[in-house]
């Protein structure tokens, strides 16, 4: 069967206003017994079972910052979110992608409209405030009316027969996109670490905190270490 790809899995957290964006869980290879059988190959041993032992060895390696064997841990997820938080994502060159294509398909065109506009940063060029701008109703109808026209526009072209990969052009970067996103744990932990912060743009920090809740169950203590201390590397 053959079901669609905008409807989220089981296992998702919805995200962003209006609940527009969501992540789910599609796949998950190890946990992490798997992380120090990976650290004991050095010695020619392995385990079947996670004990006290083996956290004090999974809190010796993050420390240390002997990462490696936390890339044996791998995860997929499927991600619905706006194409600038997309952009941001794919700087992220350790992960691997495959996204819907409007070349493709027309169907289930979906704008991301935001509740409220934040203001800019006045010491930070790249930043918002979390406070609503002057007018906030006037904006709100500037920014609708602008993308409720380009998508009027875009279903024009594609009646009048113009090609999809064409017609694309129009649509704003609040178009929402579907894309599976996979990573190994050592990757995701330098995601997180980066995208969970006061830096990061407001909606992509949704989604990492969002995928700290999805990966808890398999490396629970690994995602503890994350929120008390800084793992680099």
């Known amino acids: 069967m053959i079901s669609n790809i905008n409807i989220p899995p089981p296992n998702h957290i919805k995200l962003l206003d209006n609940q527009q964006g969501w992540i789910g869980l599609v796949n998950h290879m190890g946990d992490e017994s798997t992380i120090t059988n990976a650290a004991r190959v050095s010695f020619g041993k392995m385990k079947d079972t996670f004990d006290e032992k083996d956290e004090h060895l999974l809190s010796f390696l993050i420390k240390n910052k002997h990462l490696t064997p936390l890339e044996h841990v791998t995860f997929t997820f499927i991600v619905h979110c706006p194409l600038f938080v997309r952009s941001q994502w ?18 289930d065109i979906e704008i991301y409209r935001p509740n409220f506009y934040r203001q800019q940063s006045t010491d930070n060029k790249q930043a918002s405030i979390d406070k609503c701008v002057y007018n906030e109703e006037s904006i709100k109808d500037i920014a609708n009316t602008c993308m409720s026209e380009c998508l009027f526009a875009y279903e024009k072209l594609i009646a009048a027969g113009v090609c999809r990969e064409q017609a694309r052009g129009i649509l704003p970067q609040n178009l929402m996109t579907t894309y599976w996103a996979s990573v190994d744990l050592r990757n995701l932990l ?38 008390e201390h800084k793992i680099e590397g």
């Open 190 to 227: 330098h995601f997180i670490d980066l995208r969970d912060d006061d830096h990061a743009q407001k909606e992509i920090r949704e989604y990492a905190v969002a995928m700290k809740e999805l990966v808890r169950p398999f490396v629970p203590h690994v995602i503890k270490y994350l929120e």
């Open 90 to 107: 794919h700087r992220h060159r350790t992960w691997s992608f495959n996204e819907i294509s409007r070349r493709y398909t027309e169907v």
